[in-house]
Structures are given as structure tokens and as C-alpha cells.
């Protein structure tokens, strides 16, 4: 069947409208129609409810409905389009709080009254889709000032929030692009591996994706997009990178020093730093014996190098977690041999549309029923925020080393049963692709059935024995084999837990925050770091998500926070404001608790969420509405507020010890 996108449900054939009907997220499409058509009996059907339901190692499709339930939900739709089709009224859509709550309610079932704000906002309808931690403006003194260092994901947000409020800010971003990781992150295959309908702004979404999960490519777009809609460009200094940043206590001001290629070295006096730098910004070499002596081409696959044609070349891609997971199947063809250097097997959830596009009816249903695209971004968010969460929740009780209770224990059975059907022809491989710990200890990634096939090709070796060393032409194993290669590919991950490395960050006292912190960063609720006054961190300390909710969001719910403080600042006309140390720690001390009693802070288990003291130091472990709950006002007793010229002198924090 052929869609038109001109003229909409009001002009569809019937015939259309259920060809499109069958391609439908179900689920998101009858409240979608209830807010439409105002229509709520729609939503009174209790047999179409949907749930978060697990079939083998994946969750059930259209929110677990029977086949007879989703042809009566197809009816019921076809029903209502055509009724608001055929009466050519208007929409009789409100934005209704109480309308909205009870239509949420049809997707999430009952939930505690204080999670609703967080649905609200979510769902990004209405006075709901205003962000709450702060007024639309804020008064503000003549010479007050927020530096935003990075203009990827969390940047162009900070940057959104301070508009909207009307605080003067300057964005220091040191690539000429915005973007972040989807601008440095070019390599064959990138693309997301969560649903990219919840990897966009709450207040910026987005209904004419071509992917479930969209190429780097159609995610740099976005965000390039997003600058220009909210007009950010001009505020930000492309080609710059900071090198230090240090707090004055007597005027509260940070001095921000930075360098361009063209204009040298620059410096800055704000009154407040956003650092929106990420954890995913310094890619990471192993220093492998005679790494340096290597006479072929070698780069890290954030830093892909396109002049190099790998045709007919002999190539070794260091590691298999998720860059190399997607870049493998992406250049095995081309190459006259790929060897992949194999540390720990990946462990992924089935995705069989990983790589396809939408299907044509559900896109055509996205672009022409109005606000159908708000209501499914807002299913795959309920479906994300604390679906899979119990599946990687340590059993204390639980004796095996594969899995950290009977459920993850399932999943595990389930995952290998899935892994093992693509290899039956080949037990020499199964050994090496069925991962020895337990699923959810790290990433997990996404699996439509290409990687199986790439790993099968005759031009393809998988190596599990680990790297004892590099020559000026191969790569040594353990087992003393040579892997004559004319290009190594590191997909060796990144420096997660050097928050603002190589940046030099002195607070007050002269304390550098890398020697404060030491092997272990930490933040208060990821944000703030005592004495660092008005320093704010977005995707800092313990806020990268695993399997509930989408750092998007995390970063909307942190800069909210962040506003509130920022607004109490400008508010006194300055001044300098710090989390106290009994805050930070008692906060901290609860989330090393919670990591604990996950499947990625088990012993045993080496992965990025970890530091090199072995600490969780990039994870959240609780649910999504705790950090919600968190960060949506600012508790000011959590706070020290010091005035300009008074501020010398106070408690300080070093290394989780208060010293006066």
C-alpha cells in the first residue's frame, strides 16, 4: 500500500487506513485517539491494556496484547479515524491535566501520585511540558554570567534551559560542529542501540524518524537541528577547548582559560560552569607492549580515519563491546581478512528490526495523526524507565557465578538459546560467543542476527586468546600466535570515570578536582562536588543508565536542578554555592550501596561502569522516579550559600573526610 503524507487521516481510503492500522503501535495509538477525538471510552476497555511482559529474552511486542485483542484495538482505531474522518470536525483535543493523567494511565496502569509529574513531562503536552525546577525567567543582575563547556546532547540543553530563562550564558565547544559523540562517533555502522524516539529532547520531539533506532547521521542532524531551531549557534565558540578552570573565593567567579587554534590562548569570568563534557569523550588505548612500534595504520574507532581504504587489507579490530559490535559487520566484506581480538564475549537482547527502517504505515501514522508520535515516544519511555531493572537486581541468596538471581538466571537461558540457534553449524565458535558472566554485569547491546552471520564468513577469525604484545606488524597473543595485520582498529571504549579530563578544575583552597577525587569521582546526585562552588556537571557521577529510562531524559531531570540552583544565585546577585559534605556523603554511601546489589557492581566483573578502584563510579541504581524526585526542586538545606568576600575559610571535604 501506497502513503500519502499530503492529505492525512481526513482524506485517507478506508483501504489505507487499515493497511496503515496494521503497521501500528497499538498501544500508543488508542490513547493517542482518545486525546484526538476526546473520545474517552475508548480507554474504558480494560481487556487492551497494556503490559510489561518478558517472552524469552526480550519484552513482548505490542504491550503483550493476544492476536485477538490487537485485531479488536485495529477495529476500535479504524472506528474512531473514520468517525472524525467522515463528521469533518474539528479535533476536540485538550490538554487537560486530568485528561492527560487518566489517557497515561491506560499505558502505565496505577502509579504513585508523585510519579506523574515525571509522566506529565515526559509526555510533553501542555503546561506539562514546561520544565518545573525553575521560573520561565529569572531576574538577573547586569553582569551575571554561565560558561557551558560542550555543545553535544547535554550542552544544547543547558543552553535551551538558560535561554528560556533569560541568563546570559557562552557555549566553549572544541570541535567545529555541535553534536557531541555523534559528531566524533562517524565509524561504519554507528547508530543507536536504544530507541531513538526516547533519545530526543522532552521538548523537542520528533515525528518523522526513519528508524527505530536512527543512524549517527540522523542523530547529528537532530542535534544540529536543535541548535538552529533554538537559535544557539551564535552563542557558541566553535574550535575551543577549555584547559582550565579556577574559582576565586573572594569575588565567587570562575576563571575559564581556553585555546583555539587561531586566537591562542582566552579567558572567561563567569559566575557559574556547566560542564556538559560527557563520559564518553576520551577514547581509550591500551598500552600494550611495542603498541608504538606498530608499522601499519592504526586508529580508535571514535577517531575513525576515512582515508584509510581497508580493501584487500588485513585487519584486526581490538575488542567486541558496542562500537566494535556495530563497525564488524560494517567493513568484514571489504577487507581481505578481519581478525576480531576478542576479550569477553558481548552479551545482546534480540532486536530483529535493529537495522530497518519504520514500516510504512506506522510512519505514515507518525507524520498525519496528530500527536500519535508524542504518545508512542511515550510508551517506549514506560516501557524502558524500570521494565528490565529486576532482571539485573543481585539476589543475596543466589549461589551461581553466571547469573545474580533466578530471573537474571532465566535471561541468561534465554539469551544463550537465542546465541546457540545461530551457530549450530559451528560448535568451535559457541564456546567463545556464549559470555561467561552474568547478563546486565556490562552493556548490553543489540542483536538482529548480523553479528552471528559476520562472525561465520570465511574471511572472519574470532580470537579469544588475550593481546601479550604488538610488533611492527602483528599482533602477539598469550598463546605466542602472530596476527600479521596492516591495520589495528581499537574498539577499546573510552576513559568513562576522568570526569572533565584534560581539563585543570581548582576549587577552592587550590584543590584540584582530579586529585580531590582521586580513583573515585563523585558528585551529589551527579551534578555538584563540594568545594567546587557553582560548578554543575550534566551525564556526571553515577547518572549513565543501563536498562531504565534514557539519558535524555536524565540530563532534562539534572539540568532542572541545575536551574535551581543557577536561579538562586542570580537571585542574591551572586555569590557562590556548594552541596555540604554530610549531603554528598550520606548521598554517595547510598548509591555504592544500591550499585552493590546490581549485576554490574558484582566482584569479579570488569567493565567501564567501574573505576580503577573498582567503585561503580558512572552507574545509576535506583529507579527512574527516585532521581525525578531528587532533582525536581532544590532543596537549599542540602546547600551552602556564601556571599562575595565571605566565603574564605569554610569546612572542607577531602577524600570523604570533613576537615575544618
Known amino acids: 500500500m501506497t502513503f500519502s503524507t499530503t492529505p492525512g487521516i481526513l482524506t485517507a481510503t478506508d483501504d489505507q487506513l487499515m493497511s496503515a492500522l496494521e503497521d501500528a503501535d497499538l498501544p500508543s495509538l488508542i490513547p493517542a485517539l482518545a486525546h484526538l477525538t476526546g473520545d474517552m471510552s475508548l480507554v474504558n476497555r480494560d481487556e487492551l491494556h497494556p503490559a510489561i511482559r518478558v517472552e524469552g529474552a526480550a519484552l513482548a511486542p505490542q504491550g503483550g496484547l493476544s492476536a485477538q485483542e490487537q485485531q479488536l484495538a485495529r477495529n476500535l482505531a479504524f472506528d474512531s479515524i473514520k468517525k472524525f474522518r467522515d463528521s469533518a470536525s474539528s479535533s476536540a483535543r485538550m490538554d487537560d491535566p486530568e485528561q492527560l493523567r487518566r489517557l497515561i494511565r491506560f499505558i502505565t496502569g496505577d502509579v504513585a501520585e508523585n510519579y506523574e509529574p515525571l509522566l506529565l513531562h515526559e509526555l510533553g503536552l501542555g503546561e506539562a511540558a514546561v520544565s518545573p525546577a525553575a521560573p520561565t525567567t529569572v531576574e538577573v543582575p547586569e553582569d551575571f554570567s554561565v560558561m557551558i563547556i560542550g555543545a553535544g546532547m547535554s550542552g544544547l540543553l543547558a543552553a535551551h534551559r538558560l535561554d528560556e530563562a533569560g541568563i546570559p550564558f557562552i557555549i566553549l565547544e572544541r570541535n567545529t560542529d555541535v553534536g557531541g559523540v555523534w559528531l566524533e562517533n562517524d565509524y ?5 542501540d536504544t530507541n531513538n524516539f526516547a533519545y530526543s529532547y522532552s521538548f523537542a520531539q520528533k515525528s518523522d524518524w526513519t528508524h527505530q533506532y536512527s543512524t549517527q547521521g540522523a542523530i547529528h542532524n537532530y542535534f544540529r537541528n536543535a541548535a538552529d531551531s533554538f537559535g544557539l549557534r551564535d552563542r557558541i565558540v566553535f574550535g575551543t577547548e577549555v584547559v582550565s578552570a579556577t574559582f576565586d573565593e573572594a569575588t565567587c567567579l570562575w576563571t575559564v582559560t581556553a585555546r583555539s587554534g587561531d586566537a591562542g590562548e582566552q579567558t572567561y569570568t563567569v559566575n557559574a560552569v556547566i560542564s556538559a563534557v560527557g563520559q564518553l569523550n576520551q577514547p581509550s588505548i591500551p598500552n600494550f607492549p611495542g603498541g608504538n612500534t606498530f608499522g601499519g595504520t592504526a586508529f580508535h574507532t571514535a577517531r575513525w580515519d576515512h582515508n584509510v581504504d581497508l580493501t584487500g587489507k588485513r585487519v584486526a579490530v581490538i575488542g567486541t563491546g558496542a562500537s566494535s559490535y556495530q563497525v564488524i559487520p560494517e567493513i568484514a566484506e571489504q577487507t581481505e581478512h578481519l581478525y576480531v581480538m576478542q576479550r569477553s564475549a558481548p552479551w545482546a537482547l534480540p532486536a530483529p528490526a535493529y537495522h530497518d527502517e519504520l514500516r510504512p504505515g506506522l510512519k505514515w501514522l507518525f507524520e498525519n495523526l496528530p500527536d500519535y508520535h508524542r504518545w508512542f515516544r511515550f510508551h517506549q519511555f514506560w516501557m524502558a524507565v524500570d521494565g528490565m531493572r529486576r532482571f539485573a537486581v543481585v539476589d543475596p541468596s543466589w549461589d551461581r557465578h553466571d547469573s545474580v538471581s533466578q530471573m537474571n538466571y532465566e535471561l541468561r537461558m534465554a539469551l544463550e538459546k537465542h546465541i546457540s540457534s ?12 556464549i559470555p561467561d558472566y552474568p547478563p546486565y554485569s556490562k552493556r548490553m547491546l543489540r542483536d538482529n542476527g548480523v553479528w552471528a552471520k559476520t562472525l561465520l564468513r570465511d574471511n572472519v577469525t574470532l580470537i ?3 593481546i601479550s604484545s604488538i610488533t611492527d606488524t602483528a599482533i602477539v ?21 576522568e570526569f572533565l579530563a584534560p581539563m585543570k578544575v581548582v576549587g577552592r583552597g587550590g584543590q584540584e578536582l582530579r586529585e580531590w577525587w582521586g580513583e573515585d569521582p563523585r558528585a551529589f546526585m551527579g551534578i555538584t562536588v563540594p568545594n567546587f562552588p557553582n560548578l554543575f556537571c550534566l551525564y556526571g557521577p553515577n547518572t549513565n543508565l543501563v536498562l531504565n529510562g534514557s539519558i535524555i531524559m536524565f540530563s532534562e531531570l539534572a539540568m532542572n536542578h541545575v536551574m535551581g540552583c ?5 537571585s542574591r546577585g551572586g555569590g557562590s554555592l556548594e552541596c555540604k559534605p554530610e549531603a554528598f556523603l550520606e548521598y554517595n554511601k547510598r548509591i555504592d550501596r544500591a550499585n552493590e546489589e546490581m549485576a554490574w557492581g558484582i566482584e569479579g566483573v570488569n567493565n567501564w561502569y567501574k573505576s580503577s578502584s573498582g567503585r561503580v563510579s558512572q552507574n545509576w541504581p535506583l529507579s527512574t522516579v527516585e532521581y525525578w524526585r531528587l532533582t525536581e526542586q532544590l532543596r537549599e538545606e542540602d546547600y551552602a550559600y556564601v556571599a562575595p568576600q565571605a566565603s574564605a575559610g569554610k569546612t572542607t571535604l577531602r577524600n570523604g573526610e570533613v576537615l575544618v
Open 464 to 466: 579469544s586468546d588475550r
Open 477 to 497: 597473543t598469550e598463546s605466542r600466535d602472530e596476527v600479521v595485520v596492516d591495520v589495528i582498529i581499537y574498539g577499546t571504549g573510552f576513559k568513562a570515570s
Open 422 to 433: 545461530q551457530y549450530v553449524d559451528r560448535p568451535d565458535l559457541l564456546g567463545k560467543v
Open 566 to 570: 543557577i536561579s538562586l544565585l542570580a
Open 188 to 192: 561504519p555502522g554507528c547508530r543507536l
